[in-house]
């Protein structure tokens, strides 16, 4: 195993609905994502991370953008390339209830897609009902969409035919004036080519045109609507792959506000267009790019009914040089340039735009992993009508640099990482603007030692050590009281230890400190210590039956930690909490695939506070938790997937407050369900 | 050749460092005493957020107000994140689209907040009687349920009208010795006047800055 993973989060690595996360920390690394972000990718998609890559190595796409990817190419008849003489009729239906304390919500979502001979008929019908509870009333949303599309294939690359896509919306929000409705329905012809003139170099054009009906309780809309999108990829060899995509919206419609019965025909225009270059992708040197740009332009009326532009203009580029030396180790160097622009109507133009260089590398040397990373960006930005009096322009600067090392002795892994980070806010008014943000500069620096022993057998053990020391610093006379200098010293040891074949003790031990230092105000200066220890009981009774007892304990005084005239510092504590719990999780599995899980827990949380010199009860809470779920993952018959969580909660807690007179407050108790079930059937 | 490329890099982070590279400015010594800034306890930050409202950015309200919101440091500490009442999320996307709601939005919110009208602002916070505030076993994750009214007032206190209304499901977590915000679950008061267009949510006003 590289030594860059030995400490890498094992709890990232449990399974979920079945996907497994082989070698997700090495693939996560090697696609530059962290892997709690290809883990949910993973999820969302119900892909492996490897089968993930693999999907946007053949679409030329990163893996963020399979899904949209897949989306998308489910409405293309070209993309089917089934035998034309066989037929295929597929539904599938999926069904999602989530229920928490206060909301709920249904989703049912249903697809069907026919193809025989030239004809292709699709149909995809998403609603969404929501009921949300706040003060005891409650709120209802229903959300509906459409959308059909049929045609003919003409040849493999050319397709037409019409799509119609129906959308409805109600909800009784008590917050809006009246019931909130929109109907909407666009009635489109649909044009779908696909172009291949010669090997390495292929791509798409897709026009959609026809006219669009809105009416909602802010804006009636009727007239026509196009839209064109498009992709463009080529490759050539193995050193030169580009893929361009874009889309043009727009229409040219009547919109009348029912409120003030002010109508206007409006022009509406939003296009993006987004590329990826990759030069000597294989080859020990190599270049990869992207770029995007965005224009719209959209009127719309506001809430009084005054027609307002909203204008945003977006630009960005990326690029990055990668060497790999040897076997060993890799460098990147990058450079990002954005800039935006946009008018809106409430606060007026706005542009930002801004260069970020990154550079970092890492090396394998005499079994040391060596790994560093550089980062400076400069962004600038313009508020010119914040108000009527104007705005303020901001500049700010940001700095990083980070390296650590890691190694391996025997059994042994050890690591130490360090960081230094300065970040700049610098303000200057536009016009007569009165209260523009604080300029101030935010430092950071910090290190990590830890060690891990993993023994192999019983026993393995940890120990960390954290160090950060931030200053706060405001610039201007008036904010400048605020400023401080924080120290914070974290250590920690842990060991995990297996008593008997089943049993296994894991505990956690933390000691910590705080000190914050007012730069101009000493007199404030505070300190927070905390001693915790959590101990935990994993005990696997029978392959079906498994018990965690988890008791935690963690003690934190505060106070003020001022310098006294003998020169020597004073820890005087204000106050103290401590906090005891006790939570148990059992888990049983009668079948593959259907568990229940127990869960109750209590927590007693004492807080003093100083009264004539010494610490004083002020108030104990004294919480019960119950959770008792049911976790399924089953096959109904031969086409429908049942998976999810329900279950019920009840809570109940207590709290005394100690003063003069000791004053017990009324229990409070609550239970709700709460969970999510999703089915899924297929025909 | 290798050694001496590792130690050019080594010798480069110490000048960048030995250069100031990243040391902050200087600042002026303090000439008024603004409000203090307190997060040592779940309500202290809620408090310090009213304090940074009143404040108006005048002095440290800005700086105040952002730091009771959590910035995440490493992959260990959470971000902060609203997330808007459902009903008025799924309105505002039918014609625009929902951002993302972080902290770097959060600041700018305030900014705008501030700046909606000239009076006085008082923020109040009240628990909500349906939701009693719960925590994590270990006790360093606090969840709130709160009411918050923004109100416009005279300098004597005497409220003019409104500026924002709702409710709060606020979930907390202690990072070093401060309460930090971490999850804003914004939620409407039916009670609010809905021909009133300044009783709105924070989640509402949130979403109009952005246009």
Redo the contacts between chains.
């Keep these: 195993v590289d030594p860059r993973f030995a400490f890498a989060d094992t709890t990232l690595l449990r399974d979920t609905l079945g996907i497994h996360f082989d070698r997700l920390f090495e693939l996560a690394d090697s696609l530059r994502l962290t892997p709690d972000t290809l883990r949910a990718l993973s999820i969302r998609q119900g892909f492996t991370p490897q089968r993930m890559v693999f999907l946007a190595d053949s679409l030329h796409t990163r893996v963020d953008s399979v899904g949209t990817w897949l989306l998308r190419e489910q409405f293309n008849p070209l993309a089917h390339t089934g035998a034309a003489s066989r037929p295929t009729n597929d539904f599938t239906y999926n069904t999602t209830y989530v229920i928490q304390e206060t909301r709920s919500t249904w989703t049912n979502i249903s697809d069907y897609a026919f193809a025989w001979r030239q004809l292709y008929l699709r149909n995809n019908t998403n609603i969404v009902m929501g009921r949300f509870e706040s003060a005891g009333r409650i709120t209802i949303s229903q959300d509906r969409t459409s959308t059909t599309e049929a045609g003919l294939k003409l040849t493999p690359d050319y397709s037409a035919g019409g799509r119609a896509v129906l959308h409805r919306y109600n909800t009784d929000d008590p917050s809006a004036i009246r019931n909130v409705e929109e109907q909407q329905g666009d009635y489109q012809v649909s044009l779908r080519t696909r172009q291949q003139p010669r090997p390495g170099i292929s791509s798409e054009l897709n026009v959609f045109s026809g006219v669009t009906d809105l009416t909602s309780s802010r804006q009636d809309k009727h007239g026509l609507t196009s839209e064109i999108n498009g992709r463009f990829h080529h490759q050539s060899g193995a050193w030169f792959v580009h893929e361009l995509s874009g889309q043009l919206n727009g229409n040219n419609v009547n919109t009348l506000v029912p409120q003030t019965q002010i109508g206007q025909k409006t022009h509406d225009v939003i296009g993006n267009m987004n590329g990826t270059l990759s030069l000597f992708d294989p080859a020990p040197l190599g270049f990869n790019g992207t770029y995007s740009f965005q224009r719209s332009r959209v009127a719309t009326p506001d809430y009084n009914g005054i027609f307002r532009t909203v204008r945003n203009i977006g630009t960005d580029l990326n690029g990055t040089f990668r060497a790999t030396l040897g076997n060993k180790g890799l460098f990147h160097a990058g450079e990002t340039y954005s800039l935006s622009d946009q008018i809106t109507a409430l606060n007026g133009p706005t542009n930002r735009h801004g260069t970020t260089f990154l550079a970092d590398g890492r090396y394998q040397w005499f079994g040391n992993v060596f790994e560093s990373n550089f980062q400076t960006s400069l962004t600038e930005s313009e508020t010119p009508q914040v108000d009527s009096t104007g705005g303020y322009a901001e500049n700010v600067t940001d700095r990083a640099l980070s390296g650590g090392i890691t190694r391996v002795f025997g059994k042994i892994n050890t690591r130490a990482n360090a960081r230094i980070g300065l970040t700049r806010y610098r303000y200057a008014t536009i016009g007569a603007y009165l209260t523009p943000p604080v300029a101030r500069d935010l430092v950071q620096q910090t290190y990590r030692l830890e060690a891990n022993y993993a023994g192999g057998g019983d026993f393995s053990t940890g120990v960390s050590l954290d160090v950060t020391r931030g200053e706060y610093v405001n610039l201007p006379s008036a904010s400048t009281s605020q400023n401080n200098t924080q120290r914070i010293y974290q250590g920690e040891w842990r060991w995990t230890y297996r008593l008997f074949r089943g049993l296994t003790a894991t505990q956690r031990n933390t000691l910590g400190a705080t000190y914050t230092a007012y730069n101009f105000v000493p007199e404030n200066d505070r300190a927070l210590l905390e001693f915790g220890t959590a101990t935990t009981l994993n005990a696997i009774l029978t392959p079906r039956l498994t018990v965690d007892l988890t008791h935690t304990s963690r003690i934190s005084p505060s106070g003020n930690f001022t310098q006294q005239p003998d020169g020597l510092y004073y820890f005087r504590p204000a106050d103290r909490s401590t906090i005891y719990s006790l939570e148990s999780r059992i888990s049983y599995t009668p079948i593959s695939g259907f568990s229940i899980q127990l869960t109750p827990s209590y927590q007693s949380m004492l807080r003093d506070g100083a009264s004539g010199g010494t610490l004083q009860p002020q108030r104990m809470d004294k919480t019960l938790n119950f959770n008792g779920s049911s976790n399924l993952n089953v096959h109904v018959g031969r086409r429908g997937v049942l998976t999810g969580t329900i279950g019920r909660t009840y809570y109940g807690t207590s709290s005394t407050t100690f003063s003069t007179v000791t004053a017990p407050s009324a229990p409070f108790q609550s239970q709700f369900w709460n969970g999510s079930l999703n089915f899924t059937w297929k025909l | 050749v290798?050694i001496r490329a590792?130690l050019s890099?080594l010798l480069l982070?110490l000048l960048?460092?030995g250069c100031d590279?990243?040391?902050?400015?200087q600042?002026?010594?303090?000439?008024?005493?603004?409000f203090?800034?307190d997060y040592?306890s779940p309500e202290a930050t809620l408090e310090t957020i009213s304090k940074a409202i009143h404040d108006?950015?005048?002095?440290?309200g800005?700086?105040?107000y952002g730091?009771a919101f959590a910035e995440s440091?490493s992959?260990a500490t959470p971000a902060y994140h609203q997330f808007f009442?459902?009903?008025?999320e799924?309105?505002w996307a039918?014609?625009h689209s929902v951002p993302v709601w972080t902290l770097t939005t959060e600041?700018n919110f305030y900014?705008?907040l501030?700046?909606l009208f000239p009076d006085a602002y008082d923020l109040l916070w009240v628990p909500?009687q349906?939701?009693?505030d719960?925590?994590n076993?270990?006790?360093?994750v606090v969840y709130l349920h709160r009411?918050y009214l923004v109100r416009r007032a005279t300098e004597a206190g005497d409220e003019i009208g409104k500026v924002a209304i709702?409710?709060a499901?606020l979930t907390l977590v202690l990072q070093?010795?401060q309460w930090k915000i971490t999850i804003w679950q914004d939620?409407?008061?039916?009670?609010?006047d809905?021909?009133d267009?300044d009783q709105?949510?924070m989640g509402?006003r949130r979403l109009?800055?952005?246009?």
């Design positions: 290798r590792l890099i982070a960048a460092d590279y990243f040391k902050p400015a600042p002026e010594a303090p000439t008024s005493a603004p203090t800034a040592s108006k950015a005048r002095t440290i800005l700086t105040a730091q440091t992959a009442w459902p009903a008025e799924q309105e039918l014609h600041k900014i705008k501030v700046g909500d349906n939701l009693p719960t925590s076993p270990t006790g360093d009411h709702g409710f499901d070093g010795d939620r409407i008061d039916p009670n609010a809905p021909n267009p709105l949510t509402r109009n800055t952005t246009l």
